[in-house]
């Protein structure tokens, strides 16, 4: 596969995970009254990377699996919980954003109430659609309940929401790299190792293989942070398409913390490490080793 080129393959992925995203929410609709299956459109079909659902469905093909649309389905369900925590992230009561993937964001056009209901609406919904997947995969009702439990463990109090609070304590706070990293590694890191774990567990990787992923995933995930930090202080708003920015919440960052060259070289490190985890694993996968060098080296 030397002649991978990474452009194609995320607008490829990215149509098909958008498509798995339809379903998901064309599912949710008809339970939901009209105003609150509006602000949940709004949140979900927005655009974005999509990164999540890439690596699971990547993770999954480099662990030998074979299905196609489930896959996706699973994916999708990592998507719904990024979904909901930007929607709240969104919030007044957290960073209080107006802007968000070059859009205003759901409760600047739905209303706060609706965000919130929304967002919530999202969480057992992944929960859900995780576990139908996964069971029309080849894992098994066993491998099943470990990609759903994966799911919420690592968007729950010890993973996301917990970073998540912690970000919030860190407003108006100088973090040491420590601190930053372990609120990070939840905040940001979690379910982004969660996407590779839950996509191997899907297609019935050993746990060997399945860790190796885990690595890879949480090494990629904080020099994710990274690179946001380095876009967040370098670019735009409309560039970015979302704001306020870390420096207007008076947040630590990787930049205000290293300076850029450095941010820059410990973002490379970790790439690296992703990397060597990939290879000690004898996971052989172009898709994932290019996903990890874009994922430093992106524009948005
Ligand atoms: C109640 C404390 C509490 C928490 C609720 C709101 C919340 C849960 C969690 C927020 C977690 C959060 C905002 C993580 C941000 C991670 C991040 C770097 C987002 C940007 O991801 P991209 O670049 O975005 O993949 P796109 O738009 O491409 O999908």
Not at 150 to 162: D, F, P, W
Not at 194 to 223: N, W
Not at 240 to 266: F, M
Request: charged share 25%; proline share 3%.
């Amino acid at each position: 596969m030397s002649d991978f080129v990474l452009s194609r393959y995320l607008t490829d992925e990215g149509l098909l995970v958008e498509a798995a995203l339809e379903r998901a929410v064309g599912r949710l609709e008809p339970s939901l009254e009209p105003d609150l299956a509006a602000a949940l459109r709004h949140g979900v079909m927005s655009g974005g990377k999509r990164l999540r659902p890439i690596l699971c469905v990547t993770a999954y093909r480099a662990c030998g699996g074979t299905a196609r649309e489930a896959a996706y389905d699973l994916g999708a369900a990592l998507e719904l919980i990024h979904a909901y925590s930007l929607m709240h992230d969104d919030l007044p009561c957290m960073d209080d954003a107006r802007l968000r993937r070059g859009r205003p964001t759901t409760h600047q056009e739905h209303g706060e109430e609706l965000a919130v209901r929304a967002g919530a609406v999202l969480i057992p919904a992944a929960a859900l659609q995780a576990l139908s997947a996964a069971r029309g995969l080849e894992c098994g009702n066993g491998g099943a309940a470990t990609v759903a439990q994966r799911l919420m463990e690592a968007a729950g109090a010890g993973g996301m929401v917990g970073g998540q609070w912690l970000d919030l304590l860190g407003e108006n706070e100088a973090l040491a790299a420590d601190a930053l990293d372990g609120l990070h590694r939840r905040k940001t890191g979690a379910l982004l190792a969660a996407s590779l774990e839950v996509g191997a567990t899907a297609a019935g990787a050993s746990p060997p293989v399945i860790e190796a992923l885990r690595e890879y995933g949480q090494a990629i995930g904080l020099a994710f942070q990274i690179a946001d930090d380095i876009l967040d202080g370098t670019q735009s708003a409309e560039r970015l398409g979302k704001n306020p920015s870390d420096a207007d919440l008076n947040k630590s960052t990787y930049v205000s913390l290293y300076g850029l060259e450095e941010a820059r070289h410990r973002a490379e490190e970790l790439v690296h490490e992703a990397l060597s985890a990939l290879t000690n694993g004898g996971i052989e996968a172009p898709a994932l080793v290019s996903l990890a060098h874009y994922i430093v080296a992106r524009d948005r």
